[in-house]
């Protein structure tokens, strides 16, 4: 005779190891790792933004001295100035 409640029959309890009853009983194990590699794309897309960002907005911090190199190379280009002169010039504006 079977008894029915927890343990017994195919409503309820244990059967072969496992808890009854949807994403509770670990057959849905895959839907978290693919919840958690989201996230790290998530944030790693954040963080890669934020370099970028970061990296475009540093390198208008100097504008001037980008333009004084172009510059001092059309005067070299043109024969304005020497080597030497050219050197020393392009090594004092990136100081």
Known sequence: MMMGGWGHGSFGGMMNGRM?????????WWMGLIGMVIQLL???VIVVIAIRLFKKLHSRSHPNETRAIDILRERYAKGEIDTDEFNRRKTELQR
């Open 20 to 28: 009854p009853g949807g994403m509770m009983s670990g057959d849905f």
């Open 42 to 44: 998530f944030w790693d």
